[in-house]
């Protein structure tokens, strides 16, 4: 009887003790999801006047941009960025008018090695939450760490309401810049240059366009590099990039 009982507190220590090493884990687990807003590895740049003005003119508030811009979303405009030789990526942050605490991000693929499915997709947080009370003008991050070869295609996504206090929340509303991966395969962002700078714009609607909404497509906008000082761009692939 002694030993049965002995035997009965030591199966009662080993479960209490696991049951606190689950518990530290699952802990340490959450806190490592915490993110921060403003993420640390900010560049800060300045987006050029002209530029700007540029961006203001084409981006007018509360036009429809599916009519002003029919251009951007027919199928033969290229709506990723495609590296045509080994390259750094650049995002820089130029502007937000949205309601939303919104997410954006990137994905990578390679189209040599068959179709891409959504399924499939490495879904990577640039910044967490495009607010601009959280960035500033001019805020550049690199997408990824270092160079991607040639051949690679960069995409982008909107979380919708992405930010949650801490952390991102990927169960919401999500637009991609590969459209067959959205609702309906409706395209929720435009993708084009201008001939006299060296960025390339993308920008977001985020109020999904066949709900409504003023279909201005200016809710966050961005420039993107292929270097930091935003001179010529080598290493991308804009011959089916519209530009203006």
Not at 178 to 204: D, P, R
Not at 220 to 228: C, E, L, R
Request: with cysteine; aromatic share 12%.
């Amino acid at each position: 009887m002694k030993k049965a009982t002995q035997r009965l507190m030591k199966q009662l220590f080993s479960i209490i003790a696991l049951s606190l090493i689950s518990t530290i884990f699952i802990s340490c687990e959450k806190e490592e999801e915490k993110i921060e807003e403003r993420p640390g590895k900010i560049l800060p740049t300045v987006v050029k006047a002209e530029v700007l003005e540029e961006i203001d003119s084409i981006f007018p508030e509360r036009t429809n941009f599916l009519e002003s811009h029919p251009e951007l979303f027919d199928v033969s405009a290229e709506k990723n960025i495609v590296l045509k030789k080994e390259s750094e990526v650049f995002l820089t942050f130029v502007s937000e008018g949205a309601k939303y605490e919104n997410t954006l991000g990137y994905y990578i693929y390679t189209p040599s090695e068959g179709t891409v499915q959504k399924s499939n997709l490495n879904l990577q947080v640039l910044f967490p939450n495009v607010s601009d009370d959280i960035l500033d003008q001019g805020d550049m991050l690199q997408v990824g760490d270092s160079k991607y070869p040639a051949g690679t295609v960069i995409g982008f996504f909107l979380i919708v309401r992405g930010w949650n206090s801490e952390k991102v929340d990927f169960n919401r509303e999500t637009f991609y810049t590969n459209t067959n991966f959205n609702l309906e395969q409706q395209q929720q962002h435009v993708l084009f240059t201008f001939q006299e700078f060296n960025e390339i714009v993308l920008a977001f609607e985020d109020i999904f366009t066949s709900d409504g909404g003023d279909k201005d497509f200016n809710d966050i906008i961005f420039t993107i590099s292929d270097n930091k000082e935003k001179s010529t761009i080598s290493n991308f692939d804009l011959t089916n990039v519209k530009s203006y």
